[in-house]
């Protein structure tokens, strides 16, 4: 499941990120990656319909800044080795999408819509310090 959300009408942070250079700007974009992706990983976790707190303990947030790009993302959800494997994330699928034999308890998506907009608000909120500890210097 791959959920994306574009942001605009940041238009003076861009500009003050800008100028500041491209590692300072790659540090401030990381930054509130970080914040928001937090923000995020408490709301999923806090929907997590197992008791074993397997799969809880293993969302995680990913964070990347490309900067070919100017760009960055992060990505939250259970972390599993990949196939085949047997880390205890990989069944956060069967819960969210259900199986032929159980049926589907999300906990993504229902994070997802209830906490995106305070995950938003969180990461313009680090930007602008950001921005603003970039003017002071």
Known sequence: MKTSVSITGLNEIEAALISAGPKLARNALRRGLVAAGKVMVDAVKSRVP???????????????????????????????????????????RFQEFGTI?????PFMRPAFD??????????????????????TK
């Open 114 to 135: 209830a906490e995106s907009k305070k995950s938003l608000d969180v990461f313009t909120d680090v930007m602008r310090e950001e921005v603003q500890k970039l003017g």
């Open 101 to 105: 034999h159980d049926p589907a308890q």
């Open 50 to 92: 197992v008791d074993s707190g397997d799969l809880k303990r293993s969302i995680k947030a990913r964070v990347s800044v490309s900067p070919k790009k100017g760009s960055g993302s992060v990505k939250i959800g259970p972390a599993y080795g990949g196939k085949g494997s047997k880390d205890p994330g990989v069944y956060g």
